[in-house]
């Protein structure tokens, strides 16, 4: 092969990598420049745990022992004139749809007794979550009081305390995640000012 011959082939391969090796530079300039705005972020975002909400108990408006009034004894009697039990029925909200709620209730206990309140602990259940209903954040939870426990002639207190979970019988685990309601019954004419 003479001089001249291998000069013009290395010009042809020569010039042709030129032109390939440029388009594909453009090619790849061009899909960086297509998708490197996309990519870009421009500002920090500072994504925090939604808050935990403490729950709370409302009576409904068909409950026929609601939390605004006084239960008056002789007005809810059995069938044989005394009073055989009482049925509470109460809403928990609880704004984190799938926590764990924890229900108990005490008669009678009174205020000074903050640790060991089993004597007069009368209920401990699960309040169920309602994830399926058009509002998982209001739970329906019912409980019964025997009557026959109550002061016949005093005032009566009647307390339910919802939280995620307890420390011995009374206290909550977290006091900011519970919450406590109290309703007062006695006969009529009762001392409210003696009650527990």
């Known amino acids: 092969m003479t001089a001249r011959a291998k000069r013009l082939r290395f010009v042809e391969i020569g010039g042709g990598l030129v ?11 061009a899909c960086a420049a297509a998708v490197l705005p996309a990519c870009l972020i ?3 975002k500072d994504y925090r745990e939604a808050p935990s909400l403490p729950p709370s108990i409302v009576t409904p408006a ?8 006084v239960i008056v004894l002789e007005d809810v009697g059995g069938a044989d004139g005394g009073v055989g039990e009482l049925r509470f029925d109460v809403i928990v909200r609880e704004p984190n749809v799938s ?14 007794v903050t640790q060991d309140a089993f004597p007069y602990l009368k209920s ?14 209001e739970r ?21 305390i919802v939280a995620s979970g307890f420390i011995g019988s ?17 006969p009529r004419g ?5 009650c527990p």
């Open 99 to 112: 926590d764990h709620v924890e229900a108990r209730v005490f008669v009678n206990r009174p205020a000074a």
């Open 140 to 160: 329906p939870y019912a409980f019964v009081v025997d009557a026959t426990g109550l002061n016949p002639v005093g005032c009566n207190k009647i307390e339910l």
């Open 42 to 44: 421009t500002e920090r």
């Open 62 to 69: 068909t409950a026929t022992l609601p939390l605004d009034r």
């Open 190 to 194: 009762a001392d409210l000012a003696a």
């Open 170 to 186: 009374i206290t909550p685990l977290d006091a900011s995640e519970s919450a406590r309601v109290v309703w007062w019954a006695g």
């Open 19 to 29: 032109i390939a090796s440029s388009l594909g530079k453009m090619l790849t300039l």
């Open 124 to 137: 401990i259940d699960q309040v169920p979550t309602n994830l399926t209903s058009a509002r998982p954040s």
